[in-house]
């Protein structure tokens, strides 16, 4: 019974094994895919929990960081006996200047401040500012008188998110009329009156915090900052600054948590969201982190949409295999019909093939009728008594054609072009294909239908040239022969042909070659005689620019010559470039891998200028890459001996590159050139160099005289010593030195 069921279905039995097989291999995957699925959303969501609550905990940092160095800030500068005069007494109009810098100098030291308010509860003086000082009535920012008439809600070391007047608006105008600042305040003493009457505001850059409240990816995340009021503190993508969050449901939840960190699931602003949350240290700040779900399991969703494609894939495979299986037994039959119809077919076209290149290369005289009946017999699509075009096609790159392919492929690819032209030929000129030896494949057009020009059978080629570079990667070159009445003349016309498509080394790949456009000139050529010795003298003195130069301009006049003369032009110039090695080789003792043979082979194969000239430039870059190293190798112990007597005698005010080039045998401006070319720096600026790094650290660290240190590093003027300073240093010596001292004394209090 089940044979007879084989017999009837031979394919229902595989469906039958692969049913219950499929079934259980796919709930098998299914489940299993279902638990890891689950685990692996669980570990991307630990993942992202514990990156986020890194990124809170240093935002955290930062935060606390600039409440502390605030505090500092303001500590100091009130201890300050400058900002004191501020504070405490009237200062004379004249000392204005002083005491500007010295708040300019706080706030310079610090790269979060974005200025500075000093206030006496009549005037305030601000820095950046047009008017350093100004009273209530023409101060910009009067907001802060507000906050200061308020201390109820406005207590000492507290910090408020406020706008201010860009200070800035007025000298750039890219600059925005208000900027938002954190402003942190500073005063001893609260008065009944509940107003202030001496304080230090520090008024924190909202730029610089925003940098500091970053994400490790701000496309995905959202890091933001509120205060216990639910007020937002710091920019955020979607809400503004000072934006009131305390409605929002996560807000809620997490004002609501007596934890401190944490996180939670909710719909955020109508994205499904990933949320976590942080508290600061300071003034009951909280830090919080908004992920959109969909991109933390947006992997997950990937591998889910690739096993689902698997399982379709097995599934298809599965059916396939099945189908397969079930004419087995038909298929050996069905290849044995098919070789025969294959071998047959081949045959003939082998057959055919072979007759038309012996068409081609036979130098005997047949009749007319005699091609007929061998026309008919193979089906060849035109009449011997028709006048002929030959059209020759030339594979391109065929060295790197030939090992790139093994020969198979090769046959199959030439068949391929082959095709293309039948193609795109059909139905518009009545042809034939000739496939001939290596890269060459012959199509003999009947000219009876061609127009008297070109343009309509060269659109056809173009076409046929982008539609073999397109569905088969090739490139090939097309020469045109001329026009011949009788089939007799068909070899001699191809020589012809052939002889003419080696022009492709100057027209280059992709080339359409006519013979009465061929740009030769007829009036006698001779050889640029002092281009190439120009060449010759270039490459043997290391001039590779003036090399290449030489050898193009060689290149170029010859090509608008015969090809006979250009092969000549350049068979000399192989041999001027060996000799210009040779005597590379015997001045600087270097040994150039150039074979004269090998080379000349190497150039008669390849088939472009482009390509020849190419490889002349890679061959003048390695000689000009041995004389380098050999060069060098020679002057680097002289380079060392020159950088080892400047470091022991800067200090000597003779010293000098005419005093080292005696030192070392070399004339004054030989050993400048060679100095400046190995170290990018001419030897007198590294002379100063080192003269200045000296008087710089002796100024920093010691009280002596700024002229006793000139003198004994090496300078006699003191203006060019001065000049030398500010120019590098951006100073003069007396500022560095004060600047030096502040800087000290600072770290020191």
């Not at 399982?311 to 397969?324: D, K």
């Amino acid at each position: 019974m089940i044979k007879k069921f084989i017999l009837k279905n031979p394919f229902q039995l595989f469906l039958t094994i692969l049913l219950p097989f499929l079934l259980s291999t796919l709930l098998v995957i299914f489940v299993q895919f279902s638990f890891q699925g689950r685990i692996f959303e669980k570990f991307a969501l630990e993942m992202v929990y514990n990156q986020q609550q890194t990124d809170l905990q240093n935002t955290s940092r930062n935060v606390s960081l600039m409440e502390q160095s605030a505090n500092s800030v303001a500590t100091s500068a009130f201890f300050d006996e400058g900002i004191q005069d501020l504070l405490y007494s009237d200062v004379h109009s004249e000392d204005y200047r002083k005491y500007q810098r010295k708040l300019e100098l706080y706030k310079n030291l610090y790269p979060f401040l974005q200025s500075i308010y000093i206030y006496n509860g009549h005037n305030i003086h601000s820095v950046p500012s047009m008017d350093f000082v100004s009273d209530r009535s023409t101060f910009d920012d009067k907001g802060i008188f507000t906050i200061l008439d308020d201390i109820q809600n406005n207590r000492t070391h507290s910090i408020v998110l406020r706008k201010i007047p860009n200070p800035l608006a007025d000298l750039s105008t890219n600059a925005s009329d208000y900027i938002y600042v954190y402003s942190y305040l500073f005063f001893d003493s609260q008065v009944q009156s509940g107003k202030v009457s001496e304080a230090i505001v520090l008024n924190i850059s909202e730029e610089w915090v925003r940098q500091s409240i970053g994400s490790s990816d701000d496309k995905i995340n959202r890091i933001f900052m509120i205060d216990r009021n639910g007020i937002l503190l710091s920019s955020d993508s979607i809400h503004p600054l000072q934006s009131d969050l305390k409605d929002k449901d996560y807000i809620q939840m997490i004002h609501a948590s007596a934890e401190s960190s944490g996180n939670l699931r909710i719909d955020v602003d109508g994205v499904d969201s990933f949320v976590t949350y942080a508290a600061t240290d300071v003034f009951g700040w909280k830090l919080i982190s908004i992920t959109p779900y969909s991109e933390i399991v947006k992997e997950i969703v990937k591998m889910k949409h690739k096993t689902y494609l698997l399982v379709l894939c097995f599934i298809i495979g599965s059916i396939a295999l099945s189908l397969y299986f079930s004419r087995k037994l038909y298929l050996p039959m069905r290849l044995v019909i098919q070789n025969y119809n294959v071998f047959e077919r081949n045959d003939f076209h082998y057959k055919k093939q072979e007759f038309l290149r012996k068409m081609v290369v036979s130098d005997d005289s047949v009749s007319i009728e005699s091609f007929q009946t061998q026309f008919t017999k193979y089906h060849i699509a035109l009449k011997p008594s028709d006048s002929f075009l030959a059209v020759l096609i030339k594979i391109d790159d065929y060295a790197e054609f030939c090992a790139k392919y093994n020969m198979t492929d090769r046959s199959l690819l030439k068949y391929g072009v082959i095709n293309i032209v039948s193609e795109l030929l059909s139905g518009v000129y009545a042809h034939e294909c000739i496939n001939m030896d290596e890269d060459q494949i012959l199509v003999l057009i009947s000219s009876a239908a061609l127009p008297s020009d070109h343009e309509q059978l060269t659109g056809s080629f173009r076409k046929i040239q982008e539609h073999v570079s397109q569905y088969l990667n090739l490139s090939i070159s097309v020469t045109f022969s001329e026009r011949f009445e009788t089939l007799s003349g068909l070899r001699h016309h191809y020589l012809k042909t052939l002889d003419l498509s080696f022009y492709r080394l100057v027209f280059g790949h992709q080339s359409l070659i006519f013979n009465e456009n061929l740009p030769v000139h007829t009036d006698d050529f001779k050889f640029p005689q002092d281009q190439d010795k120009k060449m010759s003298d270039a490459l043997i003195q290391g001039q590779l620019n003036d090399a290449k130069a030489a050898l193009s301009a060689i290149i170029q006049y010859a090509s608008k010559h015969s090809l006979t003369i250009l092969n000549s032009v350049l068979i000399r110039l192989l041999l001027s470039i060996r000799h210009a090695i040779e005597v590379l080789e015997a001045n600087h003792s270097i040994n150039v891998n150039f074979n004269f043979n090998i080379y000349l082979a190497k150039v008669q194969k390849i088939e472009t200028l482009e390509q020849i000239q190419s490889d002349f430039m890679d061959l003048f870059e390695k000689l000009s890459i041995e004389l380098e190293s050999k060069k060098d190798n020679k002057y680097i112990k002289l380079l060392d001996e020159v950088t080892s007597i400047i470091q022991k005698e800067y200090a000597n005010p003779a010293l000098s590159l005419v005093t080292i080039a005696e030192q070392v045998n070399l004339s004054p401006s030989y050993l400048g050139k060679l100095f400046k070319k190995h170290r990018l720096i001419s030897i007198t600026d590294f002379i100063n160099g080192i003269r200045l790094s000296s008087a710089r650290d002796r100024i920093a660290s010691s009280d002596e005289a700024i002229n006793t240190i000139m003198e004994s590093c090496g300078f006699l003027s003191r203006s060019h010593f001065f000049t030398l300073f500010k120019k590098v240093y951006g100073v003069t010596p007396v500022q560095y030195r004060s600047n030096a001292k502040l800087l000290k004394g600072d770290e020191i209090g």
